[in-house]
């Protein structure tokens, strides 16, 4: 895993695409001049390659849905399982299983990762792991992962997971331990290919169902129940 060098948006002139993907971008921008140089028609071939890259980096912004206690997704992609789980245990997180919806992002998913709650960054977790196909239900507990712990403002906790895929093979990560977070703002991205578990409070129902499409800082996927509240 690496650290993101910011988790504030882009710069304007950038805005299409995250940083953590520019220099790739230059690259194939770069290998697509020489193909023209060396080869003529064949850069064309570089000219797709680039634009694809840029794509996967794209980082569009998202206006994250108004309301008290709302949880919205993490990630772009498809809820490939909802079910209980139980949280990485070297968070410390008191014991038991949560309810966990796990999306899975494709290739053709945005990449950029997002913040589901409000809240206080209480601690965060890697592990270096496996790279199974992301939409297997093992790679949550196999994969190569990063996990992080969120506190609300009410003492509602939430677990996300950063999961690397079967072709993803570096996670970032631009929040740590001790920062203060609001929903969805900019908190990491997963290159090629990923998975994106959050676990929700004990009792907070999803608000989602298996198959559905996720757009990351928009959907939500739960409300959290009022402080005090037993309902």
Known sequence: MAHLPTNSAPPAT??????????????????????????GPIGWIGVLATVCCAAFFRDPERVPPMGEGLVVSPADGVVVAIAPAEPPADLGVPPGPRTRISIFLS?????????????????????????????????????????????????ADLVVVQ????????ILCGVAEGDEVTAGERFGIIRFGSRADIYLPDGVIPLVALGQTMIGGETILARLKPAGSQA
């Open 14 to 39: 950038f805005s299409a695409i995250h940083p953590a993907g520019r220099l790739f971008v230059a690259g194939f921008a770069l290998a697509t001049g020489l193909l023209f140089w060396a080869a």
């Open 163 to 170: 999961i690397a895929g079967l072709v993803a093979r570096r």
């Open 107 to 155: 290739l053709l998913d945005v990449h950029v990762n997002r913040v589901p709650v409000e809240g206080r960054i209480q601690a965060i977790r890697y592990r270096p792991g496996k790279f199974f196909n992301a939409s297997l239900d093992k790679a949550s507990d196999e994969n190569e992962r990063n996990a992080i712990h969120i506190v609300t403002p009410s003492g």
